[in-house]
């Protein structure tokens, strides 16, 4: 049995890890706010913490989420998390992600919608290089469906989008996803500027 100076030592240790992470997940969504991949109080993002993950908050802004939520792999989950917790907890349970964040960037968004292919292939050589292929899936927001659409592209793939609704990166740190998300925008923005999006749709 631990003694109380033990629980207390454990318990300041946690709550050091929990302000270096809502640090973390502040500048990161500044950076994400500054490129514009998402607006207002939408979009998340999460690194693995053991067995599960912490997760900013439903209604929260990714520059400022005051707080983080951790999520078991399995088992209940708490009402603060992010409605798209699942989409998280598919991705690290097939996958050996340790972050991901997913955006609402208007390019790829836009180009998920007008293409008529199940994905897109990238022109400019950052995009060859580090996503030379991104899916396009479905799946309404914060669905199961979603969730088993978007776990089973990652496990291919560092990053893909969800039609209509925006993309989901990983990587091995926060920074690397959050950069993922970036050149994968990038990459939709050079396709669509160029009409290089293949489209039979009116």
Do not use: W
């Amino acid at each position: 049995m631990k003694s109380p100076h033990q629980k207390k030592a454990h318990h300041t240790i946690k709550q050091k890890q929990k302000k270096h992470l809502i640090s973390e997940f502040s500048s990161i969504g500044q950076c994400i706010m500054n490129e514009h991949l998402v607006g207002g109080n939408f979009g998340n993002m999460s690194v693995r913490i053991g067995e599960g993950f912490c997760i900013t908050p439903t209604g929260s802004f990714l520059n400022d989420p005051k707080s983080v939520i951790y999520v078991p792999l399995q088992g209940d989950v708490p009402k603060q998390a992010s409605s798209e917790y699942r989409v998280h907890r598919d991705i690290y349970t097939k996958t050996d992600a340790q972050a991901i964040v997913h955006v609402h960037p208007p390019y790829a968004v836009s180009a998920s919608l007008v293409s008529d292919q199940e994905s897109l292939i990238p022109i400019d050589s950052e995009g060859r290089m580090f996503a030379p292929t991104i899916r396009i899936v479905t799946g309404e927001p914060g669905t199961q469906d979603l969730a088993t659409n978007v776990s089973d592209a990652l496990v291919h793939a560092p990053s893909c989008i969800a039609a209509g609704h925006g993309t989901f990166s990983i990587g091995e740190t926060l920074e690397k996803a959050y950069l993922l998300s970036s050149l994968v925008e990038h990459s939709c923005t050079v396709l669509m500027l160029t009409g290089r999006v293949q489209s039979h749709k009116s």
